[in-house]
T-cell receptor, first 109, second 113 residues
Framework: DVKVTQSSRYLVKRTGEKVFLECVQDMDHENMFWYRQDPGLGLRLIYF???????EKGDIPEGYSVSREKKERFSLILESASTNQTSMYLC????????FGSGTRLTVV | AQKITQTQPGMFVQEKEAVTLDCTYD???????LFWYKQPSSGEMIFLIYQGSYDQQNATEGRYSLNFQKARKSANLVISASQLGDSAMYFCAMREQKDQFYFGTGTSLTVIP
């Protein structure tokens, strides 16, 4: 089975901090995605990548950037965290369908 | 327009009863896939069932079945013999030909003992 690992289950950060959310997959999948999940809004796509060093904006990229230096690792970066970025962040990889990581609950105070 | 619509924010079902979670979709692609995911309180998203747009028969996986009505653009999830462990959020999703996924806003299911 494909495994997608997100480095932290819970994070608390201060406003203005630079935040890194890491995602690693153990299969050779090319496609990786970052979503945020908020009550009543479902999952919204932030960024995705179809290959190393490649990135595409999703529906809500503002305030975020990503890095994909190696195929197995896709990082989401909050350059200057704000309270409206408090959310659940989900990483996914894609072959036949999505396989998700266990999620990171980020609180920005 | 919303690509995926789940109109039931919350549902309750008695243990051992069947429950249907509604999902309608909007696409003009001739080829697409429909998915259901379960998200327990722990937060992980678990794949449940898949239906391809060209599949003639409704998909089934154990106690899960997908009631696919193509003309009505609906893909309802049916859970038979509900168990307490079925209490979770359920998300319907669609994948179009250009590979983007679209998710609904989810339905919170509570199974009552």
């Amino acid at each position: 089975d494909v495994k997608v690992t997100q480095s932290s289950r819970y994070l608390v950060k201060r406003t203005g901090e630079k935040v890194f959310l890491e995602c690693v997959q153990d299969m050779d999948h090319e496609n990786m995605f970052w979503y945020r999940q908020d009550p009543g809004l479902g999952l919204r796509l932030i960024y995705f990548s179809y290959d190393v060093k490649m990135k595409e904006k999703g529906d809500i990229p503002e305030g975020y950037s990503v890095s994909r230096e190696k195929k197995e690792r896709f990082s989401l970066i909050l350059e200057s965290a704000s309270t409206n970025q408090t959310s659940m962040y989900l990483c996914a990889t894609d072959s036949y369908g999505y396989t998700f990581g266990s999620g990171t609950r980020l609180t920005v105070v | 327009a919303q690509k995926i619509t789940q109109t039931q924010p919350g549902m309750f079902v008695q243990e051992k009863e069947a429950v249907t979670l509604d999902c309608t979709y909007d696409t003009s692609d001739p080829s697409y896939g429909l998915f259901w995911y379960k998200q327990p309180s722990s937060g992980e998203m678990i794949f449940l069932i898949y239906q391809g747009s060209y599949d003639q028969q409704n998909a089934t996986e154990g106690r899960y079945s997908l009631n696919f009505q193509k003309a009505r653009k609906s893909a309802n999830l049916v859970i038979s013999a509900s168990q307490l462990g079925d209490s979770a959020m359920y998300f319907c999703a669609m994948r179009e030909q250009k590979d983007q996924f679209y998710f609904g806003t989810g339905t919170s299911l509570t199974v009552i003992p």
